[in-house]
């Protein structure tokens, strides 16, 4: 079969605040392949990716993602890995294709994994889809109390473990960061496992985030996420090698294989979190889970989005029973709620696992997504390069 078209929907919610909550938008991707229809989810901003699949050509390493993937047959695993390294040369230049193509990709295992009634786990290799522990992931409150309380509410949904993200973390002290560690830990428990992810906040300042290890390590927390900016190995490193028992976790930023495994390699993580929406899709990812596991890094996804986006990112490691912690959205807007009719639900033990289902095993709820979708239209030179399509 043949790719026959790709089309982007920029959803958003009415209102977007300035809450690091990646669920207020969303960039849904549907590849059409002969009779088969499947879908994907970008993890960017929606409108730069749009323009990355459309814009014209700048030179022949500058193309547009559009010239390397409509028209392309796809018929087995291969043809997928062989599309996204046409994307890689063809459009080294756009540094925005990557992202584009993460969606895209995902897409497209959801139509192989529907033409040949396989889930896409299956494909990638895998024999069976191993049970997981999602760990809520939430956004620390404004104050210790409004942490508490999310805390709280999140135990009480079956979670045993939480990760608490962003909000006043490294803006003040390292005291009051204390505060919202010790707030997060009484809410959830003596039993459960705790996560912390600071959002790059630290940038290169190795003392200021090694300031928050005591007060992490009195809390049992398992990682410290991000500490620093993507690319500052060296601070990693130098953390990482401090001998604490919270760990360092990174690599959502990684948007190809070799980012995350500089960071596995040369920052010492002791956690690597993929986003299938930027590193390339699922395949790359997988890469990633399998070097991971080679080196004795922890692998982990990354996901604050839908459900679509989840199964995505369970497939990588759905086979790898070592490495059992995966993200959960535990507050998603919304937009991601409504832009599934299916969900993945937790067992009776509170496990999750990627889908048995053929593809990705996700169903979009098309009827639902009207009020969300961002009417766009990209004119060059008077000629529309894109206009939202029909949501039917």
Known sequence: MKIDAIDFFYLSMPNVTMDVDGSQDALLVRVT?????????????????IAAFICPMSHGACRPVSSSVLGQNLETPEDVSRIGALVAYESMDLLQAPHTFSGIEMALWDVL???????????????????????????????????????????????????????????????????????????????????????????????????????????????????????????????????????????????????AEHLMKYGKVGYIQIDCGRIGGIGPAKTVAASAALQGVTYVNHTFTSHLALSASLQPFAGLGDHKICEFPAQPSKLATDLTSNYLKRDANGMVQAPEAAGLGVEIELSRLKPYLVDTEIIVNGKVLYKTPALD
């Open 33 to 49: 392949a002969g009779d088969q229809i499947g879908w994907g989810e970008c993890e960017a901003s929606p409108l730069p990716s």
């Open 113 to 259: 994994g529907r033409k040949l009634d396989e889930p896409v786990w299956s494909l990638l290799g895998y024999k069976t889809s191993e049970l997981k522990i999602p760990y809520a992931s939430l956004l620390f409150g404004d104050t210790p109390q409004e942490t508490l309380n999310r805390a709280r509410n999140a135990l009480s949904n079956g979670f045993t473990a939480f990760k608490f993200g962003w909000g006043p973390i490294g803006r003040s002290t390292a005291s009051k960061d204390a505060d919202q560690f010790a707030a997060a830990r009484e809410g959830i428990g003596p039993n459960s496992s705790l996560m912390v992810d600071v959002g790059q906040i630290f940038g290169e300042d190795v003392e200021a985030a090694s300031a928050r290890l005591k007060a992490l390590e009195k809390e049992s927390a398992l990682w410290i996420e991000e500490p620093f900016q993507a690319g500052a190995l060296s601070a990693y490193a130098s953390l990482s090698e401090l001998g604490s028992t919270v760990r360092t976790a990174g690599g959502e930023a990684a948007h190809n294989v070799h980012m």
